[in-house]
């Protein structure tokens, strides 16, 4: 049986108001599944007008979002700081 362990908590805001908090659990191994799951929740959450922010994220957790675009960090967190996870660009968006 894989053990799971807790890699961060998921902030869900509603127009800059907290609604709700769960823990994103996973493998040992942080990887594009727990990724997927981060951009799963997020997409969910747009659709209901919310928001995801990332609460006492793991350091690889934070570099492996930001590698693939899904996070920009100017430079790591405080201990305790919530990270907002951007949305991804779809092919078609207008430019910024």
Do not use: N, Y
């Not at 727990?34 to 690889?60: K, N, S, T, Y």
């Not at 960090?73 to 078609?92: F, L, N, R, T």
Request: with cysteine; net charge negative; glycine share 12%.
């Amino acid at each position: 049986m894989l053990s799971r362990i807790p890699h961060a908590t998921v902030v869900l805001t509603r127009r800059g108001t907290e609604v709700g908090t769960w823990t994103l659990m996973g493998g040992p191994t942080i990887d594009l599944a727990l990724v997927d799951e981060v951009a799963r929740w997020q997409l969910a959450a747009r659709r209901m007008g919310c928001a995801i922010r990332l609460r006492d994220a793991a350091p690889d957790l934070l570099d492996l979002l930001e590698f693939v675009g899904l996070v920009q960090m100017g430079g790591k967190p405080e201990c305790g700081e919530e990270i907002g996870v951007e949305e991804a660009v779809e092919p078609g968006d207008p430019a910024v």
